[in-house]
């Protein structure tokens, strides 16, 4: 059932980014409403930072519209601007712009800063593992406090949290608890909606068996998204799922033979694997929602918000070519979107028919978790490599005739349905075929073939490489788990401690640094001396560090390189670790490289020398903890002699070494440094400087751990 937003309008609703009545927008996954002017900027960000929808022309589901409105309701947008409610912080960081503000660059700075780098979010604390948050939130879905689980989302936590204990994921508890509302923010944030708990029930089986006979057909349409936007697209109806009849694909007018251009690019689509088959639908609903959105936004918009987006903005956590394909979807016309979505539709029910000729795996049951973001792991492709080269170009759809099949033989029987789609809220993970039913790509191109044998055997072969790589990171997990508690064991000795022999390792220290200085060369050591009286740290430079040695395409975060695309709230976690350091400063990562580097190429310094300069960093850390635990006015002279024992450990280092660890440790301890320097020049609360204490010493450590003989 869909109603027209229009008439269910509240007489108190006020834009949430510049506070402009009458908001004509609402963004989904930030449960907020926006003016137009806003809405514009939201808009360029792209869908997987700012899902928006018009409130006065849209059609919404009624829960869905419940969900922003409930949202709305409980104002939440205080989680967005959360550190801006702070009395105590300047007034020049809690400006927020007013309605006659310009857009440009007022208002668009202020919302790129809130939404693009969340800037103003609550940060969740430094000790609480990310589990915590997924168990707080399966916690949380079953109850109406909507705030509190969008509180959880944005400070990262993860919609498909599964609860060994319990054997459910966030959706299946809020369905269970017939909570609609919960139910669609989880889906707008990513969480899938096929998942089985330990028992094999989907979350609409339970809210079938809860009682909730309504919510269980939201969340089969749901599960149906990405295609019935694509038959409403073509033409304008809707499946029935409640009668079993899950497609509809139209057949074309035009009977004009079929050239030897547009046969190859039928082709080309049936033999797609069915992950990148996918990842073509998820680009092509992102697509049908720009143009409707843009129809919409030409008609209604005025003035400077008449700018629209020609094309889909792009997406970082996609490769390369990928977003360059999604990019050229855009100059299809209507004829030829057409033609492709009806390809589209027809291989779809093809996959879907020939998934159902298979029993779901046991092993799916007994295992919940291999749901589709987990099985993304077997895939053999890397996310670099271009996912576009098999699709049908511009000119093959150009040229596309009508295939004369019969549905019958293609389309699911009543009752049948699609185990997995693509969810509306991102162009993320999600699938349009259940992977625990996905046949390899070699019998995809053959209706009904089975499996074959060998085909089985690679399988196997693969799954077993992967099960090694992660029982390999999971022995890496263990060992960083040990050097933090081994970490702060030695911390809470050093607070504590404070003896002569701090005096007597400062003289040797400085004799060592003299004999160290005779060793090398005096040009490349009066030059890096003079780098290092003028370096100044930024966490930028630690970042842009870290995307240089990663890659271009692949951001340093949490995650695998090949864990392939991000969720939304994956994407919210990689904005909460990365992207909020990037506005603290712009300089490039050339000025600090260049003016530290003498010696690339040199020799790295002895095990013993780092020890000697790492104990006069831990020494100056503990002087720092002492004077802040005993609320010293001034803490500037503390922060200098920190920065200075660190510099005098960066010294002993090339500009470039060919350890790749290395390099990323040394990163590291520029950026605590910084970030120790930064607490200590002005006044700030007792936790910053402790955590800014704690990541310099923890980087002292892996830098020193990196030197030990047994490493």
């Known amino acids: 059932m869909i109603i027209s937003r229009s008439k269910h309008r509240s007489s108190v609703e006020i834009c949430a980014d510049c506070g402009a009545s009458d908001p004509s927008w609402a963004s989904i996954n930030r449960g907020l409403l926006l003016c137009a002017e806003c809405c514009s900027v939201h808009r360029s960000m792209g869908r997987h930072i700012s899902h928006v929808k018009s409130l006065r022309q849209g059609s919404w589901p009624p829960s869905l519209l419940a969900m922003v409105q409930a949202l709305t309701a409980q104002n939440v947008n205080c989680i967005w601007e959360h550190s801006l ?40 604390r430094r000790d609480e593992p990310p589990s ?144 990148l088959f996918e990842e073509l639908v998820m680009d092509i609903y992102d697509e049908i929602d720009r143009r409707e959105t843009e129809a919409i936004w030409q008609t209604s918009a005025t003035g400077l918000e008449r700018s629209g987006v020609v094309f889909l903005p792009v997406n970082p956590a996609l490769s390369a070519p990928r977003n360059q394909g999604r990019q050229k979807l855009a100059r299809l016309s209507t004829a030829e979107m057409a033609t492709l979505l009806r390809d589209v539709l027809v291989d779809a029910t093809r996959r879907q028919h020939i998934a159902t000729l298979q029993p779901r795996a046991p092993t799916a049951l007994m295992n919940p978790l291999l749901s589709a973001s987990h099985l993304k792991h077997f895939s053999h492709l890397s996310d670099d490599e271009p996912l576009y080269d098999s699709v049908a170009s511009d000119e093959d759809y150009a040229a596309l005739a009508p295939i004369d099949l019969h549905l019958s033989t293609v389309l699911p029987r009543a009752g049948e349905t699609v185990s997995s789609t693509y969810n509306p809220s991102l162009p993320l993970e999600h699938t349009l075929c259940d992977p625990r039913r996905t046949h390899s790509p070699t019998s995809l191109a053959h209706t009904a073939i089975p499996e074959q044998n060998p085909e ?15 029982t390999e990171l999971k022995n890496q997990l263990k060992s960083l788990q040990t050097i933090v508690e081994q970490l702060t064991k030695e911390n809470s000795v050093l607070k504590t401690t404070s003896s002569v022999d701090d005096d007597q390792s400062m003289t040797s220290q400085m004799s060592m640094n003299d004999s160290s200085s005779n060793v ?47 969720n939304n709230w994956q994407v919210t976690k990689h904005q909460l670790t990365t992207l909020p350091s990037l506005e603290r400063s712009l300089a490039p990562l050339g000025a600090e490289e260049g003016a530290a580097g003498a010696g690339a190429g040199g020799a790295l310094p002895g095990a013993a020398l780092v020890q000697a300069r790492a104990e006069a960093v831990t020494r100056a850390i503990s002087e720092l903890w002492a004077a802040a635990r005993d609320l010293h006015p001034r803490l500037a002279p503390r922060g200098h002699a920190i920065r200075h024992a660190v510099r005098a450990l960066l010294a002993l280092f090339p500009q470039s070494c060919g350890d790749r660890e290395l390099s990323l440790v040394l990163c590291e301890l520029r950026a605590a440094c910084e970030e120790v320097s930064l607490a200590c020049s002005a006044p700030s609360p007792l936790n910053d400087v402790r955590a800014a204490a704690y990541d310099l010493a923890k980087a002292t450590k892996l830098l020193v751990t990196h030197f030990q003989p047994d490493s």
């Not at 299946?172 to 944030?189: D, F, I, M, S």
């Not at 089985?456 to 992660?470: Q, W, Y």
């Open 132 to 275: 915590e948050l997924g168990r707080q939130l399966h916690s949380a879905v079953r109850s109406s406090s909507l705030d509190t689980a969008m509180r959880l989302l944005a400070q990262g936590a993860d919609p498909n949290y599964y609860n060994q204990e319990k054997g459910t994921t966030c959706l299946h508890v809020a369905c269970r608890a017939g909570q609609p509302a919960q139910a669609e923010l989880l889906v707008a944030w990513g969480a899938e909606p096929t998942a089985r708990d330990h028992a094999g029930n989907t979350p609409a089986d339970c809210a079938r068996q809860g009682g909730h006979s309504e919510l269980a057909e939201r969340l089969t349409e749901l599960v149906y998204e990405a295609t019935d936007r694509m038959i409403y697209f073509l033409t304008g109806e809707r499946p029935e799922h409640a009668a079993g009849r899950h497609y509809i694909v139209p057949r074309a007018h035009d009977t004009h033979e079929m050239t030897d251009v547009a046969k190859a690019a039928r082709g080309k689509l049936q033999l797609l694997p069915n992950h």
């Open 456 to 470: 089985i055997e690679t399988l196997k072969k693969e799954l077993n490489t992967k099960d090694s790589t992660i």
């Open 520 to 566: 090398l060369e005096p040009s490349k050591m009066q030059e890096r001396g003079k780098s290092l009286e003028t370096e100044h740290f930024t966490p930028s430079e630690e970042v842009d560090a870290k995307l240089l040695t990663k890659g271009a395409q692949r951001p340093v975060s949490m995650y695998e390189t090949r864990e392939g695309p991000k």
């Open 85 to 124: 409610l702070d009395t105590s912080a300047p007034k020049h960081l809690r400006k927020k712009p007013q309605p006659k503000d310009p857009l440009h660059p007022v208002k668009s700075e202020f919302i790129l800063a809130k939404h693009l780098r969340l800037a103003y979010v609550l940060r969740a």
